[in-house]
């Protein structure tokens, strides 16, 4: 598996994302990182580049959380989903919840790749690393 470029992570846990951060450091899963703490930081950071109105990196992946302040999970997809993007991206939403509602709706997202459910481990993110496309 090759290495990606830049994973992106917006979740609002602050233990999570040194947690994943550090153990996607250790695995060399990705060259750098954006972190976002909410899915409007991420909506207002992430829009302009995905356009290629900005020029800046454009994450290769992007781990979602769905429940967080301001905007959330659910809303950021809903926003993203109505941009013409010059880059695909590939999102896996990772979340404390078990609620298989939850995962029910993820699977109506054509961009979510996979819903895992917290906490992220090696074994979890080499799963990750498989399904990233060549």
């Known amino acids: 598996m090759k290495q990606i470029d830049i994973a992106c992570i917006i979740d609002d846990d602050p233990i999570f994302v040194f947690g994943a951060q550090r153990l996607m ?13 909410d899915g409007e930081q991420a909506l207002n950071h992430l829009v302009p580049v995905l356009r290629g109105t900005v020029k800046s990196a454009i994450p290769d992946v992007i781990l979602l959380d769905i429940n ?19 880059k695909e991206i ?31 481990t090696q074994d979890k993110l080499n799963d990750l690393m498989s399904q990233m496309p060549d």
């Open 25 to 37: 450091k250790l695995s060399n899963f990705c060259k750098g990182f954006l972190i976002f703490h």
């Open 68 to 86: 967080m302040p301001i905007l959330d999970g659910w809303q950021f997809l809903d926003g993203i989903i109505t941009i013409e993007v010059v």
């Open 90 to 120: 590939t999102i896996f939403i990772v979340t404390s919840s078990i609620d298989p509602r939850d995962k029910e709706k993820a699977e109506t997202y054509s961009n979510v790749k996979n819903f895992i459910v917290k906490p992220i």
